[in-house]
């Protein structure tokens, strides 16, 4: 549960991160400018800096163009390799960089609940051994997170590498709840849940929706990306109407989701047994629907202000990790369980 948490402040210090445009703040991985302290003055660096990490990063693409070409992206591939701005010399900035180095030290100690969780697992080896499978899991994932966020810093915030990196911490959360749902103890109940089949069916529907809206949502943040890029990052109010129809997409698919999320709490209140369990996630994730459009109303009419942005995406998570509770719950094979609510608290 605590490396949930902190998985969860990770995603929003990240989206912090990128709103500030701190994420290059340290041009390469794991040093910040080849220190493990980062500096705090353009003096402690060479005068080649800027020169030196940029062939740093123009060799570890080259191996990473490799891979993908070996995975039979050559599209891609041809993208690392040959797109300019990847290489776009890293001015040191030390409010950027201490940014991004807090952000890497977050990283860090995530990685060390991590692996603490996964030796706390070995205990349970033989009375429950999904628990060690998907620590395991989770710590394999980690290793690999922390490579690909190596690879974003060196392809200079490629949008598409953005994207996967995100992704890969929205995977991190599900394995995480999980491990919290497997690991939790709950009391029985002597009544069954009513509409099981509909309330599955929707709930999974719903989980699916919301994935969609994130992938809709990233597509808009590459368009905005390269709307800003575009600008010089000047005209802030202008970025919106130059994402073309991801975000007119984005938006109107919200309804969709909420007219789901009602048919949910439709049900749920027409069961007598589930007011104090289900219903109360439900309504929880309604209400941070709420939350999300206004938020996104705050971006399309102010002009994406930054503190926006890392709000919009962390909701969005906190979203998806309440629903996939919920599909955990009333998919769960022991008959007539009650469950708390004080995770979606």
Known sequence: MVTLVAVYLLILVGGIVRSTGAGMGCPDWPKCFGMWIPPTE??????????????????KNIRFAAYLDALGFREKAEQVRNDETILVETEFNVTKTWTEYVNRLIGVIIGMLIIVNFIASWTYFNRNRSLFTWSLA?????????WIGSVVVS????????????????????ILIFLV????????????????????????????LIIIQILLGTQVR?????????LQYQDRDAWIGMTGTSFP????????LVLTQLSILYLLYKSDRLKSGLTNY?????????VEAIFGVIMSYFGIPPFAQPLHLWFAIIL???????????????PGLKYKTQIAV
């Open 138 to 146: 989770l710590l394999i994932l980690v290793i690999f997170q922390g």
């Open 249 to 256: 997409v984005h938006r109107s698919f919200s309804i969709l």
């Open 181 to 208: 749902f497997k690991a939790g103890k709950y009391q029985g109940s002597d009544g069954q849940i009513s509409y099981r089949k509909a309330l599955n069916a929707l709930m999974m529907v719903s989980g699916i």
């Open 320 to 334: 998806f990790g309440l629903q996939f509770m919920t599909i955990l719950i009333i998919n769960s094979k022991e």
């Open 222 to 230: 590459e368009a905005v990306d390269a709307a800003a890029m575009a």
């Open 155 to 174: 392809t200079n915030l490629l949008p598409w590498m953005v994207t996967v990196h995100m992704l890969l911490a929205i995977l991190m959360v599900a």
């Open 282 to 290: 439900t309504g929880i994730i309604l209400g941070i629907m709420v």
């Open 42 to 59: 353009e003096s402690q660096l060479a005068e080649s800096y800027k020169q030196d990490f940029v062939e740093y990063r123009k060799h």
